[in-house]
């Protein structure tokens, strides 16, 4: 909590010469870390970042208690709970119960207790009561193991809700925290789908298989271990980790879902003021699953600290459909209630015009905040309706899934680009999304390498990345959301330009010194955008894996630039 830079002050605890500044409020300073250590106590109270405030509209949300500068930290904290989340492919491979590696389900180890699949029999995780710990004492009331059907034998998103359930007794004051967590249970009644499906697949999961055989034996366990195994209350827990959990992208390429006491009353913003990573590295168990929330762009006092619960590349009809299915609001921010997404035109589809020919407009919501509202031509007198509109996006949205998924060559990629542009305007999302993998395909496909691609093929991959930048940049300002997108946009507009500048040098059209130096300047500037970018990912597989090879194109470049020196 502390950052080595001199300042003139005095320590508070000896009013001695203090050079050690608190790094969360900047205010005050220690002569020594031992110092520091000594006051933390007294200091971390009146240090914090944020209040909490009530209202009948917001709940419980966050305000800055201070003013806040970008890279300014806002919140700490470890998980009050965590649970594991199923993998892709349940009937072939699940997460350890212990630590969520990946486990083959054909050839993987299983619990000796309960049975459930493990990475391994030493698995720390196993003995851990944050873990496996105590759970397995429950789960192990079911008896034999499954060798068909495993996914649903195995409800690994069923252990978080169990997880909670259990800290009703042995984690006491974690589990009165989770209970204050918004559940929005008056949405989620007995006639509505949620509540149908958590039932089947959570509630009398654990009812049958588990918690009404530990009603039978917990006289022989001398323990009472899950007091309350009510309806109510499971479907409560549910809504409480639906409304609430984060999820944490773990290395081994798993999932766990995670309850933060504070973090999860940030308010939602399509236009988030802060970004937030997990420590997935550390070895010290009180720290694991650490969240740090940090402000991205200026945060006045008194103004509400927000994050973002829906992809900020989705149009906004997708996000606000989302927000009401999974969090049960309706969001009217900025971003939402301005047609054109702040000048990005995300959502903005093309006019079909009025005669047998289009009319060159496009066609916007009249209120994009209203699930109904017609969209109106820029140009021309057609009117869409919404409902027509969500059909088609809906429709394209499947075509580029598959697309993408179907790992099909750029030629194809570039033709259905094509068919695209028939129906959407250039910036609209679907159309990101296929000039994101483009550009990422552009020079590492077979006949289209860096080396062997046209010039114009060169100058027509650099206007895409930037013309992505530019998207990315207005939508998100802060860099909150979408680092992993910018970083590979800024290393793959680098490439491009990189090997523009190669031939420009080797044909001698590079021959002014100072147009020379303009063109360095310009590609270290990439790369440095690029790094920048991936400054908190680098705990994340993700973003371990594209530091590597920026780092690599960054060697590359300087051994070049030093070659023609």
């Given amino acids: 909590m502390v950052g080595e830079k001199e300042v003139r002050a005095m320590c508070p605890v000896c009013s001695s010469a203090a050079v050690f500044r608190c790094t969360s409020c900047k205010e005050v300073s220690y002569c020594s870390k031992e110092h520091q250590k000594m006051d933390w106590k007294q200091h971390k109270n009146s240090c914090k970042a944020y209040e909490i405030r009530t209202s009948e509209k917001l709940g419980r949300y966050l305000v800055a208690s201070r003013d806040l500068n970008p890279g300014d930290i806002v919140i700490t904290e470890t998980p009050l709970i965590w649970g594991p989340k199923a993998l892709y492919d349940p009937e072939r491979i699940a997460p350890c119960v212990g630590c969520y590696k990946p486990v083959n389900l054909d050839v993987g180890e299983r619990c000796a207790s309960c049975g459930w699949p493990i990475c391994s029999g030493h698995c720390q995780g196993l003995k851990d009561h944050r873990h496996h710990g105590l759970e397995c004492v429950v789960l192990s009331l079911r008896p034999g193991c499954a060798v068909s059907d495993m996914g649903d034998y195995y409800r690994h998103d069923a252990l978080f809700a169990l997880r909670c359930l259990i800290s009703q007794t042995k984690f006491q004051k974690k589990y009165k925290k989770i209970m204050e967590l918004q559940s929005h249970i008056e949405d989620r009644g007995p006639d509505t789908e949620i509540y149908r499906e958590t039932d089947a697949l959570i509630a009398k999961y654990l009812e049958n298989n588990f918690l009404y055989p530990l009603r039978s034996v917990e006289n022989e366990l001398k ?31 798993c999932e766990i879902s995670a309850l933060y006491a504070t973090a999860c009353m940030m308010e939602h913003s399509c236009i988030p003021n802060t970004k937030h990573c997990f420590n997935l590295t550390s070895t010290d168990e009180s720290s694991q699953y650490r969240i740090k929330v940090k402000a991205v762009v200026p945060i006045a006092k008194g103004e509400n600290i927000t994050t973002m619960y829906s992809h900020a590349l989705w149009g906004t009809q997708a996000r606000r459909d989302h927000l009401k299915e999974t969090k049960y609001f309706s969001c009217f921010c900025k971003r939402c209630k301005d047609p054109t997404e702040l000048g990005t035109y995300l959502s903005t589809m093309k006019c079909i015009g009025t005669g047998t020919e289009p009319c060159g407009g496009y066609q916007l919501p009249d209120d994009p905040c209203d699930d109904t509202s017609e969209w109106s031509c820029d140009k021309c007198p057609v009117s869409v309706k919404s409902s027509e509109i969500s059909f088609l996006v809906s429709k394209l949205g499947e075509d580029v899934e ?51 691609m046209k010039l114009e093929d060169l100058e027509k991959k650099a206007i895409m990345c930037q013309e992505l930048i530019d998207i990315t940049t207005a939508l998100d300002p802060g860099n909150s959301r979408l680092c992993l997108y910018t970083g590979v946009l800024f290393h793959e507009l680098f490439q491009a330009k990189f090997e523009i500048m190669k031939r420009d040098v080797d044909s001698k059209k590079l021959v002014d010194k100072k147009e020379n130096l303009k063109t360095l300047d310009e590609l270290k500037d990439c790369l440095k955008k690029a790094l920048y970018a991936l400054e908190d990912e680098l705990d994340g597989s993700s973003g371990q894996k594209l530091m590597v090879v920026m780092k690599a194109s960054e060697d590359k470049f300087l051994k070049w630039i030093k070659e023609k020196q």
Wanted: proline letters at 2%; hydrophobic letters at 35%.
């Fill in 223 to 253: 323990t009472n271990l899950v007091p309350d195994i009510s309806d109510d209350l499971i479907h409560k827990i549910c809504g409480i980790i639906d409304v609430n959990a984060l999820d944490v992208n773990l290395n081994n390429g």
């Fill in 402 to 452: 598959n697309i993408q998924i179907g790992r099909a060559n750029i030629q194809q990629m570039e033709n259905f680009l094509e068919k695209l542009s028939t129906f959407l305007h250039p910036h609209h999302y679907h159309v990101y999304s296929m000039k994101h993998s483009l550009v990422q395909l552009y020079g590492y496909q077979n006949g289209y390498l860096h080396h062997e």
